[in-house]
């Protein structure tokens, strides 16, 4: 009896470890967020003023265990007759043995305050499916509680606002109103846990006819133990080349160089890796990787500088 329960206690912590490092992982989608910003604040549907479509992949790069992937496509179509915009996007996360696939439906309001100055509401409906797929166990409990854990559909709603002019934009947001399914191996049950709220803003620079400069403050605020804080700067040269650097308070950092190569189609290619992660010891990875490919005609593109970045 006894070596059974301590290989069940054993097994059980190595998922918890799994679970810890999924969450940690997730997170970094927010490190490059002008090319995933109506996730995170719907308010930012259709502010770039043109049709636009993303596709991106991120993969981790592996020493030992535990691979993450993300594959995502998001698309975003603006209405100016009626000031709406709406959006659509799925992200599909896979870590080890568990895999989330998210689907957000958006659409925004935008407020003409002024000749240059906006003020855009928006409102995010989210389904996430989730699929845990755990080997057989030999304990009932643990089984019944892994097989719970298979095709789980949650629903949510997110809001949030953002007030924008040509060079500068301020936004704040509720990405999930309803609390957010996570589940608990150690107590074998499925519990809930509130999300952010979150608050960015950034500003345009001309440095000089070809050189454009934004810093960019975001934070991320759910409590004391889980608050994220990003500084990020960003680069734009002639409109053709980006280069954006980003850091993480004592958690990440990422590089992205963006290549304008068509009028149409812009190409990403960016480094990140998790500190905390290497600092704590519970991953071995040499970082993730991703490639972003998006589409946008530049030429139809509206007069907020922030969204060339």
């Known amino acids: 009896m006894k070596p059974k329960i301590t290989l069940i ?15 940690e992982a997730e997170r970094i989608e927010y490190s490059q967020y002008m090319y995933n910003s109506f996730t995170v604040n719907p308010g930012m549907t259709g502010i770039e003023g043109t049709p636009n479509f993303t596709i991106n992949y991120r993969s981790e790069l592996l020493r030992d265990f535990n691979h993450y992937k993300r594959e995502s496509a998001m698309f975003s179509l603006p209405s100016k007759r009626k000031n709406m915009a709406f959006g659509f996007s799925i992200i599909n996360d896979e870590y080890d043995d568990m895999q989330h696939t998210y689907f957000d439906l958006a659409t925004a309001y935008d407020l003409k ?23 057989e166990s030999n304990s009932q409990p643990l089984q019944d509680f892994y097989n719970s854990l298979v095709n789980r559909f949650v629903f949510n709603i997110g809001a949030g606002a953002v007030y924008s002019n040509d060079w500068f934009f301020v936004g704040l947001s509720v990405p999930s109103f309803l609390n957010t399914v996570h589940y608990d191996i150690s107590e074998l049950q499925v519990d809930t ?19 454009s400069f934004m810093p ?6 759910q409590n004391k133990e889980n608050t994220d804080i990003d500084i990020s700067t960003n680069f734009l040269f002639q409109d053709k080349f980006g ?3 980003v850091y993480r308070l004592d958690d990440h ?8 190569i068509l009028n149409a189609v812009m190409i990403s290619l960016g480094y990140g890796n998790q500190t905390s992660l290497r600092t704590e010891g ?20 509206g007069g907020k500088l922030f969204t060339r970045f």
């Open 9 to 23: 206690f054993i097994f059980s912590y190595a998922i918890l470890g799994n679970a810890q490092q999924y969450n």
């Open 113 to 135: 305050l002024n000749e240059k100055a906006n003020l855009s509401f928006g409102i995010k409906f989210r389904g996430n499916l989730l699929d845990h797929r755990f080997p």
């Open 193 to 211: 846990r509130q999300l952010p709220i979150v608050f960015n803003t950034a500003y345009v620079f001309l440095l000089n006819n070809d050189i």
């Open 216 to 221: 960019m403050f975001y934070t991320r605020i």
């Open 243 to 245: 280069l954006n650097v």
């Open 253 to 260: 950092y990422g590089v992205f160089a963006n290549f304008q």
């Open 282 to 301: 519970l991953a071995a990875n040499d970082g993730i990787v991703q490639i972003t490919l998006r589409y946008e005609n530049v030429l139809k593109r």
